[in-house]
Each structure stands twice: as C-alpha cells, then as structure tokens.
C-alpha cells in the first residue's frame, strides 16, 4: 500500500526519471502533484506494472492529478553533462513546466540537485512507497516508451520497439553489425572500436 504523501499538510511534487540505463535515447522525468486523497488499485513502481497497467493508469493520473509535467534531456546532453546531470535536469525541467510550485520535492533514489529553494527528499525505492513518486514514474515511463517507438520507425533494427533502447540481445547484436546511430550515447561505451557510426 502507497503513503498518499510524507506531510498532510505540504503540497508534494513527486519527482521520478525513466531510462537512465538506456543506450540510446532521452532519459525523461516526471513531476506530479496528487490530491491527498488519490487512489488507485493498480499505482506502483512503474517498473512492477506490466505495460499495459502502466497505459491504463497514465491517462488517470493526468485526469485526477492536481498538476503534471514531463520533460527530457536528449543523448547529445546525455554525453556532455553525463547521464547523472541529464537526469537531475529533466526533473528540473519537469519542475519548471508545473502550473503551480509544490512546497515540499519528493525524489525518487538517493540524490538530486537542490531546485531553487524548494525543500526536498530524497527516497530510496520512493516509487514503491509514495503515490505521488509512483505517478511520476509511470508518466516518464510512459512518455518515454511512446518517444522510443517513434525512433524505432527511422531505426527499426535495434528493435527499440520492444527493448525501448536498453542493452538487450537483440540491441547488442544489431550495434555489432551496423554499429550505432544518431540516438546512441556514445559516452556509455557501448561501441566496438571497430563499429562505425552512422
């Protein structure tokens, strides 16, 4: 059972990122603001949800939320800032999109960058214990899924529709045969020296 929030009285934004392990494509993040009183059955950690729970709850969350936003950082300011930095700034530009300013960030792991001078905490494993965590996770999750599966169109080989850019079998063999494209993070070290890019 989710905390519907860590301080009653305090207006939360949870904070959560999708696809920072990815080797190719944006990390999103998202920030969301619950009523106090939200619930639903199926809300997790959006990685425990299949992905059909996780479609199902995403047009509920955007419905029932007080305000969401979501944003990304793409594999060009993945390399030059590092995968860390890229995350922490999609959960800022996240912040930034939101129709009203939370008092208290509840943030998913065991880091962030202070944003303004909004208080935050920092949760381990905060998707599978606060509501407002679990949304986010589920919104960068799915926002993030449907950005991969347009890539997969212009670069259906590496078989992100599926993998949705993570070192599966399948991406791994299609990058030792054709080498990498534009959408790859070069900075994750992921290509042979012998594998050109294209």
Known sequence: MLEPYL???KVEA???EAGRGCYAGPVFAA????PKKF???LLNDSKQLSEKERDLLRPVIEKES???AVASVDNDEIDSI?????????MHLALDKLMAVPQLLLVDGNRFKPYRDIPHRCLIQGDGRYASIAAASVLAKTYRDE???QLHKEFSHYGWDTNKGYGTAVHRKAIEETGIC???RRSFNILNPQIGLF
Not at 31 to 34: G, K, Q, R, S
């Open 66 to 68: 007080i305000h969401f």
């Open 31 to 34: 920030a969301v603001i619950l």
């Open 39 to 41: 619930h639903h059955p």
């Open 82 to 90: 590092n995968i860390l930095q890229a995350s922490f700034k999609a």
């Open 7 to 9: 301080y009653k009285t």
């Open 182 to 184: 534009k959408y790859h």
């Open 14 to 16: 949870g904070l959560d």
């Open 147 to 149: 950005h991969m599966l």
